[in-house]
């Protein structure tokens, strides 16, 4: 028996064999070929060896592929290539080299171990590598983060290198991150059960599925649940596979996360196998990421990890990449994260829990946008000045430079004052509020359709002004005094001014607890709740008999979204829509029914409004400013609007989209 090994080469088109010598002919001549492949993934290694041999006039040829990634479809497709032709080499005896006919010779392929696992064909392509060059990514963007987060980057990096090939065999240099332990060791996990697990679940992420592979994994263990868990968490991918096709198994593995976390409180100790509570909250996000958008299952989760870890590195990592926009719902997220904080610092300033340190260093790392195109961005600036203004510490705040101010300019028997304390503390007003506040005022649409929000912007414009002009007035003389301000009662009435300026200006705007800090501060609204708000108010003053505005279809199930709009922005919307829709139950004879809706599909929210009947705009006299209207409130907070046409006799729906424009 001869054995001949082929040659591969790397190319540019990939890894290919090379043919053997043509001498080899004499000695296989009439002989059977054994070729032994010792792994395949796509099969195209299996074609690439019968082709070398397929030179040679052999008599039979026999394929064993040994270890094999392969497709259902490609392994039966090869197993059924029974007869293949082969070349008929030339001889120099024949005079016709034409009448030599290519033989057909028998071909068996067959298949040894088979996984269901997806491969990826290049190292530059697989998720792992993907994820590492986002990480990077984070780690060099210039963006300020909060240490806990950049300690987590760092550390995820270190865990995805690039392992050498040479190291594979040897286990001590592997470690597998985010995979439950052995109890019994450090870090030795159950790899045999791990692979015949992911195998089976490979085998529902397959071109061609087959009914027993449903009955292969119907776990309902809890020991190869958490299995799944380590699998999942390696490869999140194969929970979209679980959800469609085994919808049973995901909903297992929902609850039994639930179970771990919120009702067994992360008590390692009755697992199976050996966990880390980041390992567990990993998986917990991927099964079910609303959770960081839902206050209530948040605040929560916070006081379960306050007694169960010592840090928040992943967590922190998680609500700064949503929060900086960097993620799938980061509107939503934000949203949520600041209320819980917000309602901490209400109950007390001074908190101590590890998740409200955290939620702090998260805030200080939010940036004024120092350009302000459009109007939803100066609202967005103005949140972002009353968050920061509330966490960072006092001596740094705006309303602390007003309050070191306020001296100075009441010390009127002095002509000598430290005027720079004055200048920082107007330096503060101008440039965190005046700018953004004047862009909120220039815009006409705001003026004429949100006109109580436009009033208390207007309100504190002027008192921004009176203080600028009194500041100019006092500043002029200084200069002209070398840096004094004489002693007059001109002058110190102008510096009691600017003084009791400031001492209204903190009392009344500097604080996130004054009424126009909570303005600007609580600028992320509810649809749904809102909307409950102004169905119940419009019904107890009108005769709706003939809607039914199926507020009880709101329930706790659906998505709480929250839009970055303000809520008398929004209000507004809501009021001009149900005009309309009074104003088409009251000229027809069908009974109108709303149905809602609300979205969250890869950070782009939704609130659906739906109406059962169609309607023409002109018979019902509708009127076409309001639906003008809500198209142009909505826009200004970076929304959009879709509907049909009314005139095209469709069902009336409103669907509200915010977020698009970071998804695009």
Known sequence: MLSYPIPRIDTPKGWRFTFPPKVLN????????????????????????????????????????????????????????????VKKLKDKNIENQEDLKEPIVDVHIYFGTQLNIHHFPYEKSTPFVDERKQLKTYQNDGEEKPPSTLSYINKRVGELKIVDVIDINNATKLKYYHFPKIKESESVVDIEKIFEIRNKLGKLDSYRIFENYYYEVDYKNDDDLELIIGIVNHEPRILDTIKNLVPELYQRLKEFIYKIVFQEYLNLSKRHYRWDNESLLMFLFIIDYSILYNAGSLQSLFCILEKKM??????????????????????????????????????????????????????????????????????????????????????????????????????????????????????????????????????????EHISSLYSSFEKINEKIKEINSTYEELIEIYKTNQEKIPISETNNNLRNKLGDCFVLFNKEYSDINTDFGKLCFEIYTDPLELWKEAVNKFTKTNDCSKINFNIEQINEEMEQLKFFIHREALNEVFRNIINNIYSCSQKSDKKIVINYRTDNKNGIQIFALEQNITFQIEDFNLDRSGLSIIDGIIEKYDGKVYRPSPNQGNNMYYHFIFNEHKNN
């Open 26 to 85: 004499k000695t296989i001549k009439n002989k059977v070929v054994f070729i032994i492949d010792d792994g395949s993934c796509s099969g195209e290694t299996i074609l690439q060896m019968i082709d070398s041999i397929c030179f040679y006039e052999v008599e039979k040829i026999i394929v064993l592929s040994v270890f094999g990634r392969l497709e259902d479809f490609q392994r039966e497709f090869y197993s059924r290539i029974k007869k293949m032709k």
């Open 310 to 447: 010592d840090n928040f590195e992943y967590i922190s990592f998680v609500l700064w990449k949503e929060t900086k926009g960097y993620g799938i719902c980061g509107e939503s997220v934000r949203a949520t994260v600041f209320s819980i904080w917000y309602n901490m610092y209400k109950e007390n300033n001074n908190n101590t829990a590890k998740y409200y340190r955290l939620l702090n260093s998260i805030i200080a790392t939010y940036r004024y946008k120092e350009d302000i195109p459009k109007t939803y961005i100066a609202f967005e600036n103005l949140h972002i000045y009353y968050l920061k203004e509330t966490a960072k510490p006092k001596h740094k705040t705006v309303e602390e430079y007003i309050n070191n101010a306020i001296p100075v300019l009441q010390n009127t028997s002095n002509d000598k004052i430290d005027f720079r304390k004055v200048t920082i503390a107007i330096d503060g007003i101008r440039d965190h509020l005046k700018k953004n506040i004047d862009k909120i005022l220039s815009d006409d649409f705001i003026k």
